[in-house]
């Protein structure tokens, strides 16, 4: 039978086996009888410490401070998209003057802006690669670096004296900073349109919107700093501030919070690409999908139209280039407002009907502006 000792080191009484008992510490037979006793000893003085630790009340958070949490990734998105598009809207208004100053004939720097739209070609194609066999996260990160080294790189065209030398420069930069402009814009609309897909329709709006304001503010920012320095330095700052942002949207993951999101794309991308790969050429068999791309294409060409023209028949007005980039902005805060506006059709299904007015709006717009033969407006 055990006997009882109290044990020096935590007061408390504990039972020792007899050597004579069966399961002693000192028989040959092994120790079969202390796992029990050991139990409640630790038992008992667990419930001794239980007594003497004062008990911490569990924190409190908010559902709106989680939901306010979960979101904080969109503060960085919005950001970026603003800068991006600031660095963007420099080229229409600010390039024209700078390469006719070096001899450059406006047909011919209209191709710098022909360039940039058909860089969107390759750009789109390297987006679905990325998406399928690497990740979104990765394109649009790519692209948001190559935009910045864009801007910086476009802006150091104004020490470059030589037209030709100008002129194919330019081509290369925009075409470059283009593809991968389309690559971050595809790849981050993948994500946050799969990451909200039940809204999808109005979250593009509200970027597009978003872009038109960026557009906008970097207009008229940029012809106030070229009055106040030269050419470069709305390139450079405007930089700058973009490439501020890219170690928030390195760590940001817009599907942290809805993980089933954005598997939709990468799944989708990769059936593309697997055994049953789909043909997308096949898609130029379909009436409704041509109808659709000229549709595209024709707003497109419409909203393009004013890259190179505008600004060469300004300069008879003698404007500063802040007065400039205000005129310019009118067609961007009509860009603002129809991207919300298309946000909020394709929210109730009336795509088709929303395309026919807008691209019916355009024609009538330059009918007038032109302004067209027919009609009794004097151009000047």
């Known amino acids: 039978m055990g006997t009882l000792s109290r044990d020096p080191d935590y007061g408390s009484t504990h039972e020792f086996?007899?050597?004579?008992?069966p399961g002693s510490l000192d028989t040959d037979s092994g120790y079969s009888g202390g796992l029990p006793i050991l139990k409640e000893s630790l038992e008992r003085d667990a419930?001794?410490?239980?007594?003497?630790?004062?008990?911490?009340?569990?924190?409190?958070?908010?559902?709106?401070?989680?939901?306010?949490?979960?979101?904080?990734?969109?503060?960085?998105?919005?950001?970026?998209?603003?800068?991006?598009?600031?660095?963007?809207?420099?080229?229409?208004?600010?390039?024209?003057p700078l390469a006719s100053s070096r001899g450059v004939p406006a047909w011919k720097y209209g191709f710098v802006?022909?360039?940039?739209?058909?860089?969107?070609?390759?750009?789109?194609v390297i987006a679905e690669k990325l998406i399928a066999n690497v990740s979104p996260r990765v394109g649009y990160l790519v692209g948001h670096a190559v935009v910045f080294l864009f801007?910086?790189?476009?802006?150091?065209?104004?020490?470059?004296?030589?037209g030709n030398t100008l002129f194919?420069?330019?081509?290369?930069c925009i075409a470059f900073g283009g593809s991968m402009y389309t690559t971050?814009?595809?790849?981050?609309?993948?994500?946050?349109?799969?990451?909200?897909?039940?809204?999808?329709?109005?979250l593009i709006g509200i970027m597009e919107c978003l872009w038109g304001l960026g557009t906008l503010v970097g207009s008229i920012i940029g012809g106030a700093l070229i009055d106040l320095w030269a050419y470069p330095l709305p390139f450079y700052v405007m930089g700058t501030l973009l490439i501020f942002s890219f170690p928030a949207m390195a760590v940001i993951d817009p599907k942290s919070t809805k993980q089933k999101a954005t598997p939709l794309v990468v799944t989708g991308a990769q059936e593309a690409n697997g055994p049953g790969e789909k043909k997308y050429y096949k898609l130029l068999l379909d009436p409704m999908f041509l109808v659709n791309l000229f549709s595209v294409m024709l707003s497109w060409a419409i909203t393009s139209f004013n890259d190179p023209t505008l600004e060469p028949y300004l300069r008879q007005f003698s404007f500063t280039s802040t007065q400039v980039g205000s005129v310019f902005t009118v067609q961007f805060i009509g860009y603002s407002v129809g991207a919300l506006l298309g946000g909020i059709v394709s929210k109730y299904r009336m795509e088709k009907f929303f395309t026919f007015c807008s691209l019916l709006l355009s024609t009538l717009a330059f009918l007038i502006m032109g302004p067209a033969p027919f009609l009794p407006i004097r151009p000047h």
């Open 151 to 162: 801007s910086i790189l476009f802006g150091t065209l104004y020490w470059v004296q030589d």
């Open 168 to 172: 194919a420069l330019a081509i290369t």
């Open 184 to 202: 971050y814009t595809i790849c981050l609309y993948s994500l946050l349109s799969n990451r909200f897909h039940e809204d999808g329709g109005i």
């Open 17 to 21: 086996p007899n050597k004579d008992c």
């Open 113 to 124: 802006f022909s360039a940039f739209k058909l860089s969107m070609l390759p750009g789109s």
């Open 47 to 96: 419930n001794i410490d239980a007594h003497n630790v004062t008990e911490v009340p569990s924190l409190k958070i908010s559902p709106q401070w989680l939901k306010v949490k979960a979101l904080a990734w969109v503060i960085p998105v919005v950001y970026t998209h603003f800068w991006l598009a600031a660095v963007m809207s420099l080229v229409a208004p600010y390039f024209p």
